[in-house]
């Protein structure tokens, strides 16, 4: 647990009470966010919690979902001659079949890590004479910003921007988990972010239809602690809800601009995930009054049939069927440093979280 005032300590105190209190019986939540399993990891909250409460990773890292032959599919372009890869930095090592991006740039291929889409506008304005293609992976946190960014290119005309869209929501992989059969999971700690874009209508299907409750938390060792509070409450009151526990920031009617840009210029697609398959209506494809600025559809992109990475169980991993340290190659063949899979990849990966900070499963 991370140091702060004498309150916060106080506070964790207690609802650490109130979890060993309630939690009498086993009980296995689901965090759904690979940034809460990064919180979860480096605040050792695996560690404080009685042996009753388990908590595995969802399928909530959108690098790690991002399938082979997307991944593959990015890379063919990436190597087009006058092509600027335009990407967020956790994309730059993520292996493909033969190489990754970094791979590729060493080979001599323009790819550049951007800190925001208006990085990859500002890229494709100063290169009139190249074609700047934004790597679009993210969830409903992140694919506004790609929707405005391609809504500023329509209005200002900038021609030699577009962008590859992987992107993936959210309540479709939960549907999927909610019907698993292999997968026994109690209740769901919701993503704080994505959630703020959403609200908690589209996951109200888990606690109706499936009886799951959800908590939807914020990123804070307390926020997290609470979240398992409110979940546990929820099964001693033998009630199924989703609830609110980030309301700093999460309105249960989400955020209704964000919602309106995302409609304007995207549409609902079937997408594979990585190590889970085609999940209908998962993914978000650009809609025809963007087509220009489509990189799928500008560079008549082919089609990849790539298998997953040998060896690595991140399919699993993403399904909360195992932990990370259960993989045969973790830790030994595979390491932040010489990854394997995306999940060691990416900074929000459930293998690199747990390998960073030494966590057990
Ligand atoms: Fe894949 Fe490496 Fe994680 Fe194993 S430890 S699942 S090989 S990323």
Redesign the pocket.
Known sequence: MKKGSKERQAKAKDYLAEIKALAQSPYTIMEVCGTHTVAIAKNAIRELLPDTVRLISGPGCPVCVTDSSDIDRYLYLAAQPKVITATFGDMIRVPGTDKSLQGLRAEGADVRVVYSTQDALELARSNPDKEVVFLGVGFETTIPTVAVSLEIAKREEIKNYSVLSMHKVVPPVLKLLAVDDQLAVDAFLHPGHVCSIIGIKPLEFMAGDYGLPGAVTGFDALDILEGIVMLLRQRAEERSDIEIQYQRVVRAEGNPQAKRFIEQVFEPVDASWRGIGLIPQSGLGIREDYSLWDAARKFSLPVFNSPD?P????G??LRGLIY?TQ?????K??TPMK???????STE???AAYHRYAQKG
């Open positions: 990475t060896g690595c169980r991140c699993d991993v990370p993989c045969p190659l973790f830790a063949h595979c990854p394997v899979g995306p999940c060691m990849v990966g459930s293998c």
